[in-house]
């Protein structure tokens, strides 16, 4: 694989199959086994000894000592103050974005329905929010306040009953930002609590936290393995994997814009993906070298240098339709079309957890404060699911209500295919129904 950086390829050229093979291959993750026992019993402690064995794991992953749980508790009094103590431009920002997320995820909303048949049967869907959700926040250097905002709101707009936040504090340092987060989003209740222990404790329950219905939030590996293993114990939002983005431009986007594009989903950590796709050479060049200026000002400059050197590419393709099929193989987690006219590729694209249209739409204003959920499928994940929304904290229950005649008319059907089954006791009860008529 070429070693130069940043790495240009082109579909042309020899083993270039095998050069984009391996940046699909190269980022695989699943949990290692030695991992995936650790957790487990990490998980079955918190079972067995509760909040016992939260506090021992605090003390020994977080460096910090606590009494009790209770000790470790946040209330909405909390939330509020951290709020008031924010300088008034934080203050705006935070309640801003609130604003915009609020309002695309009222649209979102499923809505219950019913209908008669021709045989004067009722059938329908009943929808219900979850009754209590935990929401899982990074603490540290990986403390997200938009995260707060991303997962929270669509709970709370689908009508959760009551939202938890568990988020550690390493060496007992809160973030202030992240509670204040927690006011404008209406969390209920939190704990400074995190690792696979804090995701046990939300799907298992304690003696002083109480067990959730899901679990949605981002985290490290130890933490998405805790979620994978409580997974069918509760619902997870996703496991997600390290953040990525396609950016296909087809030269009119300026290439110090796309350049910061690239970086900015780079500095994430060194397994982030960022790609550039695009038929015009001299524009991958340039955007290439405003990478090699704009990357020694960078603050997190080595981490951007890792992630584009082991992940990242610059991509020469025939046109703009084979570019498009590139990203179907990608199934990025974000796409950014910065093209002249990007509904011109729109309809090819199949893959994508969110996409960008047009070089004034940079992924990082879905990040905070675009409306649309941040919280997306990594990995390849875009293939089979979807950005968190407020569907996903809302259940749907199916009614039936069949009258005399329906039941009777559907009987014969309904014995005819148990019967082929093998299932005596079904057709018997579509039996009796048929019996009515």
């Not at 009094?77 to 008034?88: G, I, N, S």
């Not at 299932?423 to 009515?436: D, I, K, Y």
Request: glycine residues 8%; aromatic residues 6%.
């Amino acid at each position: 694989m070429s070693t130069a950086f940043p790495r240009i390829l082109s579909t042309g050229a020899p083993g270039f199959e095998e050069e984009f093979q391996a940046l699909i291959d190269g980022r695989a993750q699943g949990s290692r086994p030695e991992q995936a026992e650790a957790v487990a019993a990490i998980i079955e402690k918190i079972r067995t000894r509760g909040d016992r064995a939260l506090l021992e794991y605090t003390r020994q992953f977080d460096g910090h000592e606590a009494d009790s749980v209770a000790s470790l508790f946040w209330e909405p009094a909390d939330f509020q103050v951290a709020f008031e103590a924010l300088e008034e431009p934080l203050r705006d920002a935070l309640q801003a974005a609130a604003g915009r997320i609020r309002d695309y995820a009222q649209r979102q909303k499923l809505e219950s329905f019913e209908f008669e048949d021709n045989q004067g049967s009722r059938l329908g869907q009943r929808v219900n929010a979850l009754q209590r959700v935990g929401v899982y926040v990074p603490g540290g250097t990986a403390a997200y306040p938009s995260s707060v905002l991303m997962n929270a709101i669509p709970a709370r707009v689908a009508g959760v009953e009551e939202i938890l936040m568990v988020s550690p504090i390493p060496d007992g340092q809160v973030n202030p930002v992240v509670l204040a987060a927690a006011h404008v989003a209406g969390i209920d209740r939190g704990w400074a609590l995190g690792g696979a222990q804090a995701i046990a404790a939300l799907a298992l329950g304690t003696e002083t936290i109480p067990a959730v219905d899901k679990i949605v939030g981002p985290g490290n590996l130890w933490v998405a393995e805790a979620k994978r293993q409580v997974f069918g114990t509760v619902g997870i939002d996703m496991v997600a994997g390290p953040s990525e983005v396609v950016v296909v431009s087809d030269g009119s986007a300026d290439p110090q814009w796309l350049a910061t594009d690239l970086m900015a989903q780079a500095e994430h950590d060194e397994q982030a993906q960022a790609i550039l796709l695009s038929p015009d050479l001299e524009h991958i060049n340039a955007v290439a070298d405003a990478l090699a200026v704009q990357l020694e000002e960078m603050p997190r400059a080595d981490i951007i240098r890792a992630s584009l050197a082991a992940n990242g590419a610059l991509v020469q393709t025939d046109d703009l339709g084979q570019a498009a099929e590139l990203v179907n193989r990608l199934a990025p987690e974000h796409l950014q079309l910065a093209l002249a006219e990007p509904d011109a590729i729109l309809d090819r694209i199949r893959h994508a957890g969110a996409i960008f249209l047009g070089a004034n739409s940079p992924e990082v204003m879905g990040d905070y404060c675009a409306g649309p959920n941040h919280v997306l499928p990594t990995m390849r994940a875009s293939r089979f699911a979807s950005p968190l929304g407020v569907y996903d904290f809302q259940k749907r229950s199916s009614t039936i209500r069949l009258s005399q005649s329906g039941a009777a008319d559907l009987a014969d059907l309904a014995e005819c295919l148990a019967e082929a089954e093998g299932l005596g006791a079904h057709a018997a009860s579509a039996r009796w129904r048929r019996s009515s008529k």
